[in-house]
């Protein structure tokens, strides 16, 4: 039997945790994005996200998203855009060992070591907010 792309990721990650995160695609009034990612077993605080990036944020309706990025509801990639969208880390994620995320399509996903995403941030010198262990968002 051929294995899925989630058992194929969570032999890569040596967990089946990895597909327990998400990426946000989100907008303040001014229409500005910001990439939050944290996991899907969380509820996201929108006040204490507002605090640490201070402006109020919302989630981009899927339409609006595909419209602007080309990506699917489900595969927001944290990198990769024409401009530089800032993102926001949810500490625990950096816990990890691997992160994995979709590069804008659903059925294909990329690993990094959570020590290189750092590197990657630099590189690409994104903005990049971090969302405390301790805030109260689950």
Not at 12 to 38: A, H, I, P
Not at 56 to 66: A, D, G, P, Q, W
Not at 89 to 98: A, G, R, T, Y
């Amino acid at each position: 039997k051929q294995k899925t792309a989630y058992e194929i990721c969570a032999c890569l990650v040596g967990s089946e945790m990895w597909y327990k995160r998400q990426s946000l695609f989100l907008k303040d009034k001014k229409d500005n994005n910001y990439v939050y990612l944290t996991f899907t077993t969380k509820q996201t605080d929108f006040k204490a996200l507002g605090k640490i990036v201070g402006k109020r944020l919302s989630i981009v309706s899927s339409e609006h998203m595909e419209e602007q990025t080309g990506q699917k509801q489900g595969a927001v990639s944290p990198f990769g855009y024409e401009k530089q969208i800032p993102i926001i880390i949810d500490e625990e994620l950096l816990l990890n060992e691997k992160l994995v995320f979709a590069p804008g399509r659903p059925d294909q996903t990329m690993v990094i070591q959570t020590v290189d995403l750092n590197k990657i941030i630099q590189l690409l010198e994104m903005p990049i907010f971090l969302m405390p262990a301790n805030e109260k968002n689950n």
